[in-house]
């Protein structure tokens, strides 16, 4: 074994010693361990080629500390969007009461913070291509910690609405951002996990305004919401940037050295850095794909699975059961402040499953239960409220409304809540990862403003109609997720963006 390895590092001298001679003005790329190739150089290698190499990268399957810290950091991000989600939930009553809000009113402040998300997604590609992903969350922050003042400073409808505006701008970014760095940085083998971490830090967020709005006044639960963003601002300066947008901006240097230190300083990851590069020049070779030449046949069926996912994920009626939990409550003769309290206690451990067994399972598996479990659960919510229109066993409503909202809310956060996020960051390549991402994002908090803001409504007018047609969504799902999206777990984002090449092809 000692003798196989020497002879390995003899044969590495001496092919780096071949190329100082053949290349003397390379230093930087001998010291970066990128490689550098002429346009014909790269199109000699194909998908397949990058497939083969990114599957002998075992220098990527180790998870370090550094690793650990950046992930926790960054879905610090989603503890805070969580806390916004949440917050609508537990203030509804106090806000109502202290401003003497209308049912309109109260709505449009709810939905708000999804309209505030839609225009951060349609700015959040961009942001984090030209500013980079940890400074594109500093940049978050800094929306998110003047919404929450202006929130808790509000004597108006009108503040209210600015600063839940300004919140979901930030929110909107990161949705974005913090799921492309993830998965730029983690080891292909537990991507999927780390992914979804965003979505465990989510529930934690939604989980504990979900508790404390139901003991303090509103004005001090948007201070709480304010204190977890000023953490994560100082904590940022702590991580490093993504490897793959340094070695997309050209950073060579700087890209070795942020993947040296997420590897581990006893790593070689010349191998690792050279796919990153191959990638990213194969990807150049088309130029920077603009929003309207996105719309080509090869991207295609990538684009159908980005943004048919998130479509389904809004049309699922997720996060108006979410922002609305206690009204449903209500309405099903449930007592709200138990009914949110119960779902705070077991939507964190139902992530936290997710989370584990997510690399474990796979991503279509996870997606179409979440769908069956939301679907059913849309179904007893139905028959709850449909039962309660014609008087029919007024003692079973309270029992199907807390059975409906309690699976509805939990199955959505071990699957369709994260999911839809991790495979959007691993299915696009470099060259489209901006206009596709911002396009899968933009879908997602464009219908998401559209339930959160009919949602009450709706309720009103018909509440068993509503999410029957919830139901009939979900069992679409399965089918979408059946036919169409692809197994990822196990794959580096090269593999993954030479496979739909190959597709194509």
Known sequence: MDRQKSMEKGL?????????????????FLETGLSRKSPRDITKKSPRDIIKKAQNDDGECRVTAIVFLSTFVAVSGSFCTGCGAGFSSGAQTGITKDLSLSVAEYSMFASVLTLGGLIGAVFSGKVADVLGRKRTMLFCEAFCLTGWLAVALAQDALWLDCGRLLLGIGVGLFSYVIPVYIAEIAPKHVRGSFVFANQLMQNCGIALFFIIGNFIPWRWLAIVGFVPCVLHVFCLFFIPESPRWLAKKGRDKECRSALQRLRGPDVDISREANTIRDTIELSELDGETRMAELFQRRYAYPLLIGVGLMFLQQLSGSSGVTY???????????????????????????????????????????????????????????????????????????????????????????????????????????????????????????????????????????????????????????VFIYFLVPETKGRSLEEIQALFTNSVQ
């Open 324 to 478: 609305y939990a206690s009204s449903l409550f209500q309405k099903g003769g449930f007592p709200s402040a138990i009914g949110t309290s119960v779902i705070a206690t077991i939507m964190v451990p139902k992530a936290m499953l997710g989370t584990i067994i997510v690399d474990k399972l796979g991503r279509r598996t996870l997606l179409m239960s979440s769908c069956a479990a939301m679907g059913l659960s849309a179904f007893l919510l139905s028959v709850s409220y449909g039962f309660q229109s014609f008087g029919i066993l007024p003692d079973l409503t309270p029992i199907l409304t807390c059975i409906g909202v309690l699976g509805h809310i939990v199955s959505f956060a071990m699957g369709m809540g994260g999911l839809p996020w991790i495979i959007m960051a691993e299915i696009f390549p470099m060259n489209v990862k901006v206009s596709a991402g911002t396009l899968v994002t933009v879908t997602n908090w464009l219908f998401g403003w559209v339930i959160t803001y009919t949602f009450n409504f709706m309720l009103q007018w018909n509440a068993s109609g509503m999410f029957f047609i919830f139901s009939m969504v979900s069992a679409f799902s399965i």
């Open 12 to 28: 590495l001298r001496k092919s780096l010693s071949i190329r100082e001679r053949k290349f003397p003005n390379e230093d930087l």
